[in-house]
C-alpha cells in the first residue's frame, strides 16, 4: 500500500538581521558614518507543529524579498511521516 503524501500549511516569513563586528566597534566609538551589514532570513514553518522546514539566508537589497524565494522555498521542503 503506498504512502499518503502528508500537507502541510507552510507559513513563509522573514526576519532583517544585522550583522555585528568590528566595524560596528569602531563606528559606535569614533562616530565613523559606515553602511550597516544586514541579513535576510527566510523561514518556512509548518503551522500546526512549527517546525522549520527550509531556510535561506539572502544579502539586503539582492531579491530578499519574501515572494522572490518561495519558488526556492518550496522546492526545498521534504515532509515526512509524523
Not at 14 to 31: D, F, N, Q
Given at each position: 500500500?503506498?504512502k ?41 514553518v ?6 522549520v ?15 522572490q ?14
Amino acid at each position: 500500500m503506498p504512502k499518503s503524501r502528508l500537507l502541510i500549511h507552510l507559513v513563509i516569513d522573514s526576519i532583517g538581521l544585522k550583522v555585528y563586528g568590528e566595524a560596528e566597534w569602531k563606528t559606535r566609538k569614533h562616530s565613523v558614518g559606515k553602511r550597516r551589514t544586514w541579513r535576510k532570513l527566510h523561514l518556512g514553518v509548518d503551522e500546526k507543529i512549527g517546525l522549520v522546514h527550509v531556510q535561506i539566508l539572502t544579502e539586503k537589497g539582492k531579491g530578499d524579498g519574501d515572494a522572490q524565494q518561495v519558488e526556492e522555498m518550496l522546492g526545498q521542503v521534504r515532509v515526512t511521516d509524523r
